[in-house]
């Protein structure tokens, strides 16, 4: 059985709370695109699938699990645009403050002509 199918067949288990994951199935998840999002919808499920299941048949409940899953991924992605924008800053701040202590702050003097 490969790691993504040991995963796979505890994601039920984690998410209702009767299992947890190890170190080493943390590590798979940080890893493997596929697992992270299979374990995204598995999570969502289980915080939204006993409301929705009850009241709509399993096609509308999968489309709320999408759209959640969704909204998820666009806050993940402006998180991240908004981290990448705070390190570009910091290095433009950092690269103008060494050109000042290199320049000495001084703006040069044009040579005298005699």
Do not use: K
Not at 88 to 113: D, I, Q, S, T
């Amino acid at each position: 059985m490969t790691p993504c199918e040991r995963l796979s067949d505890r994601m039920p288990a984690v998410a209702a709370g009767g299992d947890a994951w190890t170190l080493e199935d943390l590590a798979h998840l940080d890893a493997c695109s596929d697992c992270r999002a299979e374990w995204t919808l598995v999570a969502a499920f289980q915080r939204i699938g006993p409301s929705v299941a009850s009241r709509r048949g399993p096609e509308a409940t999968a489309a709320a699990v999408l759209v959640r899953v969704r909204e998820a991924e666009r806050a993940d992605r402006r998180r991240a645009t908004t981290r990448g924008a705070l390190v570009w800053g910091g290095l433009a701040a950092a690269a103008a403050l060494m050109l000042v202590v290199l320049f000495g702050g001084r703006a040069r003097r044009a040579p005298e002509v005699a």
